[in-house]
Every structure is written in structure tokens, then in C-alpha cells.
């Protein structure tokens, strides 16, 4: 079993989740490592320090720990070969890692999108594609080495799978974005990231939108005559991870809506606590400032120890892009007690629904499977089993599952 924890490759061998090789991944890392050895010689000892070009980040080891990377999708082939999406830095990929051994090979690179959540199917491989805020449905039909977009409009698209009945129809979840303008203050400020690059035009900071995601829908899309139909709706919930089971019924995740911007926009309060704090973020600015002067002169720091900041505090954690207090919701699962609490909150509820009827199977679930001998689960800090309804046991205990490949 294969399944991606932390944004991290990882096999599940004797109840032990155990990291899983990447030759693509290995290969750039060796490659970073031995340029940045090649250049130490420029950015380091007295010399580079009496002129100004001293770097101590310039060795071969602090050069991989700065590459960012991660595993976003995964699935299996028919063949048994595994398939995953992986972003480097500013380049994302599709890749193919044999079964029985042998190079791996690479399916489709992107350096201008991300993609994201795979599934596959007799040679067929349907793939979200993100770019721009905006993420869609593409497929990648047998021997070809492209990627055609099936699905368009100001929306976020995830979870493509397969229909085991209907051939050549497929599910998936979709939400709408709203335009809400450009904040005055964003038109003033210059932004890198909106560009022309290529012949991909990239809108400036005046045209990009802020965008806020309504509620995920599930949908069925049949690619012979490309019909859409909607399955599940409700302004009050997101319906995520679609995926049907042998007999014909449709497994989800469904969990309550929560408005959120996609990106900028300030309320009041917002604006009104970034004058509040704009004095001490001068202080740590000029701070920084001085220690990366220190830095590139003497290679010293001006700050005892070398811890980095974090973006998130440890209490808080993202599941399936909602932002929650691990540490509340892991409190309260004990509190109900969960055998083996986890910190995705109890309204995540995994369902089942056949023939117009919606079952809930369980609650807390951040990822699932099914598979011939049970459902697999995530509750966010273990991966559970479930063999019939309301009994699970101990697979392994690993945070921050995402997918899973049985």
C-alpha cells in the first residue's frame, strides 16, 4: 500500500509507514547537491567573507534542505504500475514508477501549472490541473503524451474517479469562484507572480480577482458526448472524494461549508490590526535585515540559535484545505472516545449513497480508500481499516494523510 503523508511519499509495510523511493526526486536532489559543492569554493572561508560574497547556506547540504517539494497525487495501473504527480520547486510533473523495477519515466512536466489528483483507468488517466487559483479536470488518453482540459469556468475541481459501471464516464467534485474585485491597496502594490510568461498570458495585479470558493458539488462527466450532471448539491456542505464501489453505490466526503476567500481581500478588522501591528513588523524586518547583513560579512548571525519561524502554528493544521485547531479537535474525538483520536473534526463525515439514500459510515475522515478487503481511512493522525460499519483497527500511526492507494 502507497499513500502520500505530509505531502511525502510513503509505503505501509507490517503496520509501518516507511518513506518510498522517487528516482525523479532522488535525481534532482543529487543534482542540486553536487552543483552547490561544485560553487562552495565562491561563498565560503576568509576570502568570501572579506568580499561580501560569504553564503553559510552554500554547501551541498543546505542546498537540498532548500529544495521545496511534494507529492500531491498517486494511483495504480491496471499493470500494477504506480503513477504520482510531484512538484519541485517551480516545476510540476506526472511520472511513472514501474512495478517490477526499471527507470522510471516521466508522463507529462509543467512549469507554469501544478498537478494534482490522478486516477487511471485501462490506460486513460484523468488529472486536476492548477493554474492561476483556478483548478480543472484533464485526461491523458492512452499513448499519449498530453494533457487535454475537460472541464472550464472560474472553479476549483478535484478528486476525478473513474465509474466502475458506466464505461467512459467519470466523478468528480467542483466548486465555484466568486470575483470579488481587486482590493485598492493590491492595485498599488507590484506583483512577480502575474506575468507574461511564454505564450501563456498570466493577468497583471489590476486584472487577477480575489475569488471566494462556494460550496463543492459532486458531478458525473460522460467523455462520449461530454454531458455533465450534477449528483449532490447543498449551499450548506462541501461533497468531496467521489468514488464508486463495486455495486454501483457513491462514497464521499461530506462536511459542513465554510465561506472563505481564495485570496486577498481585507475586511475592516483585518486592515485595522495590520496598523495595530505594523510597528513590530518594522522591528523584525529591520531585525532580518541585520542578520542578513551579518550574515553575508562576518557569517555570523546576529541571533542566538537558528530556529526558523513557522508559517502555522502546530495547533492548527490544514485538512482538505480548511484550516482547524488540531489540538480542539483531537480533544474532542477523545473526549467522545475514539479508540484512536485523530484531529479531523467529527462533521467530516465519510457517506455511502445507493438508490437515492445517503448512509453515514463514519466521522473524522480526512482520506479513505476502498479496497477488497475493507475500507481505508484517515482521521488525520492514524490510518485506520474498516471492515464493517462502526469497527476500525490500528494500520499504522501516521499524520497528515491526503490519498491513499491500497
Not at 297 to 326: H, P, Q
Request: proline share 4%; with cysteine; charged share 30%.
Amino acid at each position: 500500500m502507497e499513500l502520500i503523508a505530509e505531502g511525502k511519499l510513503m509505503t505501509v509495510k507490517e503496520g509501518e509507514a516507511v518513506p518510498c523511493r522517487s528516482e525523479i526526486l532522488e535525481k534532482y536532489l543529487r543534482t542540486v547537491r553536487e552543483s552547490a559543492e561544485r560553487n562552495e569554493w565562491k561563498y565560503s572561508g576568509e576570502g568570501a567573507k572579506f568580499t561580501g560574497s560569504y553564503r553559510g547556506d552554500a554547501d551541498g547540504e543546505s542546498a537540498v534542505k532548500a529544495v521545496n517539494y511534494r507529492f500531491r497525487g498517486i494511483a495504480r495501473e491496471g499493470s500494477g504500475d504506480l503513477l504520482y504527480t510531484l512538484s519541485i520547486d517551480n516545476t510540476s510533473g506526472l511520472y511513472q514508477r514501474p512495478e517490477e523495477g526499471g527507470d522510471e519515466g516521466i508522463l507529462l512536466s509543467e512549469r507554469f501549472g501544478s498537478y494534482r489528483e490522478i486516477a487511471e483507468c485501462e490506460g486513460n488517466v484523468l488529472v486536476t490541473v492548477e493554474q492561476m487559483g483556478e483548478c480543472h479536470v484533464g485526461v491523458i488518453e492512452k499513448g499519449s503524451r498530453s494533457c487535454r482540459i475537460l472541464t472550464e469556468g472560474e472553479s476549483r475541481e478535484s478528486s476525478p474517479a473513474w465509474s466502475k459501471s458506466r464505461p467512459g464516464q467519470f466523478y468528480y467534485s467542483s466548486a465555484g469562484l466568486e470575483s470579488l474585485g481587486v482590493p485598492e491597496e493590491e492595485r498599488k502594490r507590484p506583483n512577480e507572480d502575474f506575468r507574461m510568461m511564454g505564450q501563456m498570458y498570466l493577468p497583471t495585479v489590476e486584472e487577477a480577482p480575489t475569488r471566494r470558493k462556494g460550496p463543492a458539488g459532486i458531478y458525473r462527466m460522460s467523455l462520449n458526448d461530454f454531458t455533465i450532471e450534477e449528483l449532490l448539491y447543498d449551499e450548506k456542505y462541501d461533497y468531496l472524494c467521489p468514488v464508486e464501489d463495486g455495486e454501483g453505490a457513491l462514497w464521499f466526503i461530506r462536511r459542513p461549508y465554510q465561506a472563505g476567500k481564495e485570496s486577498g481581500g481585507r475586511s475592516f478588522f483585518t486592515l485595522l490590526k495590520d496598523i495595530v501591528l505594523f510597528p513590530f513588523r518594522m522591528i523584525r524586518a529591520l531585525v532580518g535585515f541585520f542578520n542578513v547583513f551579518s550574515m553575508k560579512y562576518s557569517g555570523k548571525t546576529i541571533r542566538s540559535g537558528d530556529v526558523k519561524a513557522k508559517n502555522v502554528s502546530e495547533r492548527e493544521r490544514f485538512v482538505m484545505g480548511n484550516l482547524i485547531n488540531a489540538e480542539e479537535e483531537m480533544k474532542k474525538n477523545r473526549e467522545k472516545g475514539d479508540a484512536f483520536p485523530g484531529y479531523v473534526p467529527g462533521s467530516y463525515e465519510l457517506c455511502r449513497r445507493k438508490n437515492g439514500e445517503t448512509e453515514k459510515i463514519a466521522g473524522g475522515v480526512g482520506a479513505f480508500a476502498l479496497a477488497p478487503d475493507g475500507v481505508y481511512l484517515s482521521n488525520g493522525a492514524y490510518l485506520l481499516k474498516m471492515k464493517e460499519k462502526g469497527k476500525v483497527e490500528k494500520v499504522c500511526r501516521l499524520e497528515g494523510i491526503t490519498a491513499i492507494v491500497p
